[in-house]
């Protein structure tokens, strides 16, 4: 019976794991050297604030 | 919302008040999902941004969009955008016939996708995510509160 438990346990997590929304709604820090490089930067790269903003030209 | 409304309404809106001031830029980075020209186009934008030409060029992408994938954004008229923006071509040409910025248009797609992002246009100010309604007030709000956390 315990390894029952233990089965049915894993496939909760798993379960939970798969269906669990996605959290990751954060975007990673893009550093300084990565603004000031990129040719798609608009403004000033010194600005102290930046907004990354995700196109698609269509 | 459209990207090519927001770029040339809300977002000139921003340029003007905070963008031409200092305050802030804007990254613009790419998640290609509608069909094969919009990996084209951001490719073409990423050959005028090494021409310093990005926001002409991306300007002039938006104002003459009117379909998906229906050619408008062939080869030859990303061609004919860099013209009117006035790029050096050969090097344009070269940019393009060797998919010099593509590695960087898949690692923006990539990024985009590890952060949920699963439309356009999507917005992050300091890492979180504020998209919100093609309104400029809405962005305005979310620009002065990233300038008051800063002490600004």
């Known amino acids: ?58 | 919302m459209h990207c090519a409304n927001f770029a040339l309404g809300t977002g000139q809106q921003i340029i003007r008040e905070y963008v031409d001031t200092g305050r802030v830029n804007i990254l613009y980075r790419h998640f290609p999902f509608i069909g094969d020209e919009s990996w084209r186009a951001a490719e073409a934008s990423e050959c005028a941004g090494e021409q310093d030409r990005f926001k002409v060029y991306q300007e002039t992408v938006f104002v003459n969009w009117n379909d998906a994938n229906k050619g408008n954004y062939s080869d030859a008229n990303l061609r004919t955008f860099g013209e009117m923006t006035g790029l050096l071509m050969n090097q344009f040409d070269e940019c393009m016939d060797t998919n010099k910025y593509l590695p960087k248009v898949e690692s923006d797609r990539q990024a985009a996708l590890d952060a949920g992002v699963k439309s356009t246009p999507t917005f992050f100010l300091n890492g979180e995510n504020i998209t919100g309604p093609d309104d400029y007030g809405y962005y305005r709000v979310k620009i002065e509160e990233a300038l008051a956390k800063l002490g600004g």
């Open chain 1, 1 to 58: 019976m315990g390894g029952v438990t233990v089965v049915a346990t894993a496939i909760a997590i798993i379960a939970f794991v798969a269906l669990s929304p996605e959290d990751t709604t954060t975007l990673e820090h893009t550093d300084d050297a990565v603004l000031a490089s990129s040719g798609s930067l608009i403004g000033d790269p010194n600005a102290p604030v930046t907004l990354v903003e995700f196109g698609d030209f269509q």
